[in-house]
């Protein structure tokens, strides 16, 4: 019997779902979903159907559970985050008991099942969150390797703070986007050697592959989250495709960081996998060498074993391509640890907030998690099945970013899809 009892891999559900499916009972992702002219609503993925969580609350089959009358029937998931992790953790329970294969409580209401599962590809699935902070780590120790000796190739590639910090800056939280969004190529300003700056769309459209966290509400202004309570405030996680403009950075980002070159869009997944969910497949974190200081340190460093990859597809070749796949275990500081940083000056953390894990990269040449570790900066561009080469992105091409847990005989916990086509 698996400790958590939603995520028996034994479990079985009466719902048709198909085999090998990314949604299987174990996993059951929230989303935020409308259809047929209805409201937004929060629902819950079951193989290739969505659960309309507001159904089932109406027709009084999550009574008792503490989650407030109307939480369901909401443009975000906001209202069910505020609740924190007992109602969350009550919420999987329940909705686990009734889509086991044993359980007739939906089915014995007459019209109840046919209302509350709507298939998958009938629903427009919205941005589950509405975030009113976005914060953009740096934290994959590979990936800040690769870029140090690409741009200090005479130098230590890291800089001196990043062993000791959990280095991040603030994004823009309205430019947040739900998967199939098309991101319209940004404009700024672009300098080339030798040359006065100019304004124009940018050349080097890149993509960078994250995950983020999303939490509940979590601390007041002046109050910190220790670090040994920091996951009990984190919902889950979701697939992030964090867009980057290479040129429009790389003038404007000394000394403040990124600006331009990195607020006009991030796309995010309309599923959020559920911490519950991924805990069959938490393992150790790399080890942390100099020791963090104090207010870092965990007992118990975990990561999870999630296997992530980056396709790209063209107008001449609409099959995306696998072009990168690496492991997001690999990352050097945990979802924790950056979360306890993050309020360790005092800042409060709310209900729906996004927290981005940085590119997450491997150590070899596949492993790499943007195009401009994949080209070397774009002078060495890839080639595609087709015979076509990128370095950077152009008009047309649609990137696809993919993320699952398990497989092999355990349930596959998929954190879906994030995709986006890239328009002038």
């Known amino acids: 019997m698996s400790a958590e009892p939603t995520t028996d891999p034994r479990l079985r559900t009466w719902v048709d779902v198909p085999e ?19 409201a937004p609503r929060v629902g819950i993925a079951i193989g290739e159907w969505v659960l309309d969580l507001d159904a089932v609350d109406r027709a009084g089959l ?10 369901l029937l909401a443009n975000s998931l906001h209202p069910l985050l505020g609740q924190g992790r007992p109602a969350w953790r009550a919420l999987r329970s329940r909705v686990s008991e009734l889509l086991e294969i044993s359980n007739h409580e939906i089915q014995d209401q007459p019209g109840l099942a046919k209302r ?19 914060v953009d780590f740096y934290s994959s120790l590979h990936h ?42 940004p404009s700024g300003q672009l300098k080339r050697p030798d040359e006065p700056p100019r304004w124009g769309p940018t050349e080097r459209l ?27 405030h984190i919902f889950g996680i979701v697939l992030v495709n964090d867009w980057s403009a290479r040129d429009i950075q790389a003038w404007e980002y000394q000394p403040l960081g990124p600006f331009l070159g990195k607020s006009f869009a991030t796309s995010i ?26 207010y870092l340190q965990q007992a118990d460093r975990r990561g999870i074993d999630l296997q992530l990859e980056v396709a790209l597809a063209t107008p001449a ?20 640890q950056q979360l306890a940083h993050v309020t360790s000056n005092g800042t409060p953390v709310r209900a729906g907030d996004l927290y981005a894990s940085g590119t997450v990269s491997g150590a070899g040449d596949g492993s790499f998690g943007s195009l401009i570790e994949l080209t070397r900066d774009g002078s060495e561009p890839i080639t595609l099945p087709s015979g076509e080469v990128r370095g950077f992105l152009e008009d047309g091409d649609t990137v696809v970013l993919r993320g699952f847990c398990g497989g092999g005989g355990r349930p596959r916990i998929g954190l879906g899809e994030v995709q986006g086509t890239v328009s002038s």
Request: aromatic share 8%; glycine share 10%.
């Open 144 to 185: 800040a390797t690769n870029l140090g000796r690409m741009f200090r190739p005479d130098g230590d590639p890291l800089l001196p703070n990043w062993l000791h910090i959990p280095i991040g800056y603030h994004g823009r939280s309205s430019s947040v986007v739900v998967s199939g969004m098309p991101i319209q190529r």
């Open 20 to 38: 090998n499916t990314p949604f299987p009972i174990q996993n059951l992702p929230y989303g935020v979903f409308r259809w047929a002219g209805k």
């Open 269 to 294: 997944g309309p599923w959020v996998v559920t911490l519950d969910a991924l805990e069959p497949f938490r393992v150790p974190a790399p080890v942390q060498e100099p020791a963090v200081l104090s």
């Open 62 to 71: 999550l009574d008792g559970i503490g989650v407030p009358p109307g939480t």
């Open 116 to 134: 509350a599962l709507i298939p998958m590809v009938d629903a427009e699935l919205l941005v589950p969150i509405q975030p009113g902070d976005y």
């Open 317 to 336: 070749s609409p099959k995306p391509a696998v072009i990168s796949r690496v492991n997001f275990s690999e990352m050097y500081w945990t979802m924790a």
């Open 206 to 232: 890149d993509i960078e592959l994250e995950v983020g966290f999303i939490t509940g509400d979590a601390n007041q202004l002046g109050e910190s989250v220790p670090i040994e309570v920091a996951e009990q």
